[in-house]
């Protein structure tokens, strides 16, 4: 499996939008998201979503960038 270099398991403190620096892959289409701090998870207009839909970014990390979203997400309502 190709991963940002940690398990969900062990994943440092974070910020959600801080996570797509783990993802270098998604820097040149996040300046197409519509919103600044685009999660590009439920946003319209995201430039990383349209990127997957083209097929420029796999469709396999995207689904591991939203694991892991969903982790942060998680952790940040334990804190
Ligand atoms: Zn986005």
Redesign the pocket.
């Known amino acids: 499996m190709d991963s940002p270099g940690f398990s969900s398991l062990d994943l440092p403190k974070m910020e959600k939008a801080d996570l797509g620096f783990f993802f270098p892959e998604f820097e040149g289409?996040?300046t197409?998201?519509k919103?600044n701090g685009?999660?590009?998870s439920h946003?319209p207009h995201?430039?990383?979503?349209k990127a997957v839909q083209q097929g420029l970014i796999s469709g396999d990390r995207y689904q591991n960038y939203l694991a892991f979203l969903e982790e942060v997400t998680q952790q940040e309502r334990r804190y």
């Open positions: 289409f996040i197409d998201c919103f685009c999660l590009h946003e995201c430039g990383v979503k």
